[in-house]
């Protein structure tokens, strides 16, 4: 077994510390939510079955949203990606072979103005052109001088369609995942390379655990206090695999604050000129004198508000109170509360640490994340202020309101007992009367004096 920095090796198995430490917070976090289910008398075993159906919609939802809300480390860094256009050769070279504005400086394009023939294409300044596939063939040619380009488009005729491919550095924002989606090295698809969102994972965690809720006809509120308890446990360790990762860390702060996170300078630098827009290697703007240290071994660190402490101790807070509560104040509440009021603390502490944060989401200069966070706790609160005094009118109890449903081994050995069956009644077969003799007199009916007497009295 050894240990590197961001990963365990058994043999040939990599375990990365990332995962390691999320895992590991589901598993506290469900053991915390199946001993409380135990406690209060409700089946445990509902616990694994909302986690199972809570987890793969939570991966997809938690990237697709990253997809489609990328942070701004990610729009602002710019990545080659290859670009092919059909063009007529004179649209590049002239009848003496000279090559034609946008194409003059060489491989690299420029001067190419937004009504030019070459805009229309699709062509931008500072495309690197990269082959030319010429008609009738099936392999391009790699361009890497405008001589080799000049040579090569005199062997066709003028009126030729070619096919040129250049190389355009393009951000890495929404449309970038979508379009490279199953790119395994990074597109949309590749959940491994990093990008996840808490948001997209409680959307879709939440409305897979929701609809295993439904399929069994549990009490859905009550459910949700459980996991809003356990929860904050969960994010609480969990926010520790981004230490792991030297990512989640906020602006500078100088070099004296007692909390402040030591990132090396590289991986510093790079997140600030991501954030800020800056290109590589670009000037801060700033002096780093009072963010830099250096260790013993000389190396660059600069500091950083460690924004993954502070909601991970925020975090853990949330859990201790709302356990207290739930334990011991749960009948002043109606089974939801709990949930609502796990969505209004972390809505609140989110909605701050986004003023901290580097990697924000901004969508036309507005903070995503801030917009979500300010919706979820305004809603929440009000939900609360209505709720929560008619609560206190309520007699009932928390279990009164959501009594516990039978364990699902009930249930089932219920449903698996064979139905009884019913015996069908014997039928009665009618007896044929014998006919009376033709010399039998009818009888007829005996009407007393007494029944006379009753009829007239009664009239």
């Given amino acids: 077994m050894e240990f590197e920095s961001q ?46 159906w809570a987890i793969i919609p939570g991966i997809i939802f938690a990237r697709m949203w990253f997809v489609v809300f990328p942070p701004v480390t990610s729009t602002n860094t710019f990545v080659p990606q290859d670009f092919t256009y059909s063009l007529s050769i004179n649209q590049i070279i002239d009848e003496e072979g000279v090559l034609q504005p946008g194409f003059a400086s060489g491989v690299v394009l420029a001067g190419i103005t937004d009504d030019s023939a070459l805009a229309q294409v699709g062509l931008q300044n500072n495309d690197r052109v990269r082959s030319v596939r010429l008609p009738g063939t099936d392999e391009a040619t790699p361009i890497t001088d405008p001589t080799a380009l000049t040579a090569l488009l005199q062997q066709v005729d003028a009126g030729s369609q070619v096919r040129v491919t250049v190389e355009r550095l393009v951000p890495k924002d929404r449309n970038w995942y979508l379009r490279n989606f199953f790119d395994l090295d990074g597109g949309g698809i590749a959940i491994w390379s990093g990008g996840l969102s808490i948001f997209g994972a409680l959307l879709g965690g939440g409305a897979g655990a929701y609809l295993y809720l439904r399929k069994n006809n549990l009490r859905v509120p009550a459910w949700l206090d459980i996991a809003a308890v356990c929860i904050p446990l969960a994010q609480a360790i969990g926010r520790w695999a981004n230490y792991v990762n030297q990512e989640l860390f906020g602006d500078l702060v100088d070099k004296s604050y007692i909390l402040a996170l030591q990132i090396p300078e590289s991986i510093g630098l790079e997140a600030i000129r991501a954030a800020r827009g800056l290109p590589a290697n670009a000037p801060i703007g700033e002096s780093l004198l009072n963010y830099s240290v250096v260790d013993g071994a000389g190396r660059f660190y600069l500091t950083f508000h460690p924004l993954f402490l502070y909601e991970s101790l925020w975090s853990l807070v949330a859990f201790g109170v709302l356990l207290w509560l739930y334990l011991n104040h749960r009948d002043r509440f109606r089974p939801g509360d709990f949930f609502l009021i796990y969505i209004a603390q972390y809505a609140f502490i989110r909605f701050l640490l986004e003023f901290m944060r580097l990697e924000v989401t901004l969508v036309n200069g507005v903070n995503v994340s801030q917009v979500v966070t300010g919706m979820m706790f305004v809603v929440a609160v009000a939900l609360l202020a209505v709720r929560l005094p008619a609560s206190s009118k309520d007699p009932r109890t928390y279990e009164q309101i959501a009594p516990p449903e039978p364990p699902i081994a009930q249930l089932q050995k219920e449903q698996a007992k064979p139905a009884k069956r019913e015996r069908a009644p014997k039928p009665v077969v009618a007896q044929p009367i014998a006919p009376l003799p033709d010399d039998t007199p009818a009888t007829e009916p005996d009407v007393s004096s007494s029944d006379v007497a009753t009829d007239s009295s009664s009239e």
Avoid: C, W
């Fill in 7 to 52: 990963f365990i090796r058994i043999g040939q198995v990599q375990l990365q510390y990332y995962g390691i430490i999320i895992v590991s917070a589901m598993i506290i976090a469900t053991l915390v939510g199946v001993n409380l289910a135990k406690r209060f008398g409700r089946d445990p075993e509902h616990i694994y079955g909302a986690l199972t």
